[in-house]
Structures are given as structure tokens and as C-alpha cells.
């Protein structure tokens, strides 16, 4: 897909979201849309990865989750999209890399032949830069990473979002449009919990499907003994999950293993690992592997020619 040419121009249902402008909407903001759109329409899935407190995994969770559905032989793009603590690249081992721009295009780091990878860290002469940025710029910049990112056409985009509830991970489930939904990732003790909580209804105002709760760091096995040693407690994510009625996919425990793996830049998907981690990280993902793995994307069943979702 190249980014000058919209599969737009050739659409002619009236009813779709992305024909003609909008009221008081400039030729260069429609043209912008018109691109994200027809961006998005070569994504068949989208997932969110969210958290309501930073310090719970999350970056863990979303490049883990990433390298699973790859190394199931899906088509994934990977998009940091946490501003002011990118930490995907570090994880993926793409610290060196540097994102530059090819036909109007911004290119992704390309991991595998089927996995890609965006995060604003790309971009940072020196990684210790603090960008200090109000709301708007950085709107600005999610909102170009989604559009300008020659992603290709990918079977999932994983996004990592930043802790909380705020412009970052508003503006991506907005500008997504027909995400499948989110991964909200948690750690047992109620002090995360109760932010969680709040993630959880920050989904359903904003009318995005919740896939699931990964309670993380859920216990320690020794490897002396093989007692398990409950750090941050236990299950404080599995009975939020129940008190407000959502998916609950698993607990992953604590594991040096899992620490050492992301310092390296090795995310532990791929040691295969057959401990006690790399088994409850699979078994969480599965569902999630499973709905990449059904035929069709979501949205409506009747797309437009470009392939985006009639407007309701």
C-alpha cells in the first residue's frame, strides 16, 4: 500500500464514514483522514494493551503477545505508542534503530519478515531525551504513526499504550475505529487493581471491547525449593475480573527468566520457554491467538470498495 493513493477515490457508498468532508473540516484534514482510513482497512485486527498503573508489565505483555502471534505465522505490527517511556525498543532489541521516512512513508523496523515494529524511542537522537509535550502533539504523533506507518497489510496491530486514562490511549482507540479490543494487564495487589479498575471503565465508556485481564508477576517459584512465594499477592486481578464481569485470561508468574530475556532485547515468546512463565504466558495469550486466527476481521460484514466500515 502506498501512501499516496487512497482506495477512497474509488468508493461510492455515500454511507460511509470516510466519504466526503466533514462540516468545517479542512482539504488537508479530510485527505489525512481519508489515509488513516484506508490505513486501517488493510489491518484485520487491532488490539489495545492497556494498564491503569505503569511499573504492572504491560510493555511486557504487548511485545510478548506480538512475537507469539508472529511466530504463529500472523502478519503483526507492533506500535509503542507510550510518549514519554517508550519501552519496546529496548525489549524488542532495537535500541540502534532509527526510523526514517521512504516515499512519504515513515518505515517500521522490521524484526522478522512478519513482524514490524513503531515506536516513537526510534526517533530520539539521544534515548535519555524527555519530551515534554502537551496533549496535542502527541495526538499529533499517534495519529501519524497510525496513518504514515507503511505497516502493509497485517493480520494484527498490537499497540502498547501508556498507564492510565488519558489522551494517548483515547486517541488510539478513536482513530482504530473497529478494534477488536483490549488486553488490560494488572498486578495482584489492590494498589493496581483499583487503578485497573478504572481502565475497565474507561473500555466501556469509550465503547471498546475488553478481551481480557492478565493479572502479571502473579506469584514467585523458587527455584531452590519450587514453593511458590505470592511477592504482590495473589488474585486480586481473577476477583476484580469476576466483581465486574470480564474476561480473566491467566496469571504469569514472576521469572528472573522473563527480566533477563527483556534486558537482552530477547523477548521470552521466543526461548519457547517450557517453564513454569512460559507455559502461563501462552495459556493467557491463547484466546487472543485464537480470535487473530478465525477468518475476516471485525466490523461490519457489508465494508465499502476501499473496505471501510459503513458508517452506523
Given at each position: 500500500m502506498s501512501c499516496?493513493?487512497?482506495t477512497c477515490s474509488a468508493c461510492d457508498k455515500n454511507g460511509c464514514?470516510?466519504?466526503g468532508r466533514l462540516p468545517n473540516e479542512t482539504q488537508e484534514q479530510y485527505e489525512a483522514r481519508q489515509r488513516l482510513a484506508d490505513r486501517m482497512a488493510a489491518i484485520r485486527h487491532k488490539v489495545l494493551v492497556l494498564s491503569g498503573k505503569g511499573g504492572v508489565g504491560k510493555s511486557t505483555v504487548a511485545a510478548n503477545l506480538a512475537v507469539s502471534l508472529a511466530l504463529e505465522g500472523h502478519r503483526v505490527g507492533l506500535l509503542d505508542v507510550d510518549?514519554?517511556?517508550?519501552?519496546i525498543p529496548k525489549l524488542m532489541g532495537l535500541e540502534s534503530y532509527a526510523a526514517y521516512a521512504e516515499d512519504g512513508c515513515i518505515v517500521p523496523a522490521e524484526v522478522t519478515a512478519n513482524l514490524r515494529v513503531m515506536?516513537?524511542?526510534f526517533m530520539l537522537q539521544d534515548r535519555d531525551t524527555a519530551l515534554i509535550w502537551r496533549g496535542p502533539m502527541k495526538i499529533g504523533v499517534i495519529q501519524q504513526f497510525l496513518r504514515d506507518t507503511e505497516w502493509g497489510d497485517l493480520d494484527v496491530l498490537v499497540v502498547d499504550c501508556p498507564p492510565g486514562t488519558g489522551d494517548?490511549?483515547?486517541s488510539v482507540a478513536q482513530s482504530l475505529g473497529d478494534a477488536d479490543g483490549a488486553v488490560v494487564v494488572t498486578t495482584p495487589q489492590d494498589v493496581a487493581v483499583s487503578d485497573v479498575r478504572k481502565s475497565v471503565m474507561f473500555c466501556r465508556r469509550i465503547g471498546l471491547d475488553i478481551l481480557g485481564v492478565v493479572e502479571n508477576m502473579s506469584g514467585f517459584v523458587c527455584p531452590h525449593c519450587n514453593q511458590t512465594i505470592d511477592i504482590f499477592k495473589r488474585g486480586g486481578?481473577?476477583?476484580m475480573c469476576q466483581d465486574m464481569g470480564v474476561p480473566f485470561l491467566g496469571r504469569i508468574p514472576l521469572d528472573p527468566e522473563v527480566v533477563q530475556a527483556g534486558d537482552r532485547g530477547e523477548p521470552f515468546a521466543y526461548l519457547k520457554s517450557k517453564t513454569t512463565a512460559g507455559v502461563a504466558m501462552l495459556e493467557a495469550f491463547a484466546p487472543i491467538l485464537a480470535l487473530v486466527g478465525r477468518a475476516g476481521g471485525g466490523g461490519s460484514s457489508e465494508p465499502c470498495a476501499c473496505g471501510h466500515t459503513p458508517a452506523s
Open positions: 499516496d493513493k487512497s464514514a470516510s466519504h510518549i514519554h517511556g517508550p519501552s515506536s516513537i524511542g494517548e490511549p483515547l486481578g481473577e476477583a
